[in-house]
């Protein structure tokens, strides 16, 4: 475990000095289908904005780099939102969709209320900084898969 730790530390010092993208340009090729990344970029959304309020009263708060990713991304995180919101109610009808996606956002919500699972607090600041320092919506769905993850899945590129 201690290991594991301190290499989770490592990859945080590193991401927080190096320039980080979240896969070589041969892996966002390969990316998630498209359907799937406005979920997963939902997901990030609300597990950094949980996940900032958490960590606000510690030595790692990073509820700015937070407010830098929303308007960093905000083109990005609507349409998104509006891609899901489609989906569902598509799916489930308008009252049902508009359900699934409050059901989706309360269930991330809660399950990180808790914490990140492989991330503390100096951890998720780093990679929100690091997500701070690129743009495009390929790059934000791949972030999403690893951090959304329940372990660490090591597509990480630090250049």
Known sequence: MQSFKRAVTGLVAAMTV??????????????????????NIRKLNIMLMVTSLRCRAGAHDFQSEYERFTANYMPDLQQAGSQLRMRLEAEHGKRGGRLELDRIGVGIANGYGGGHPWLNCEGLKGATYALNQQRGTVNLALAAEELLSPVPRAILAIR
Not at 25 to 38: D, I, K, M, Y
């Open 18 to 39: 190096a320039s980080v993208t979240f896969a070589s340009p041969a892996a966002a090729q390969n990316a998630p289908a498209e359907q799937g990344h406005a979920e």
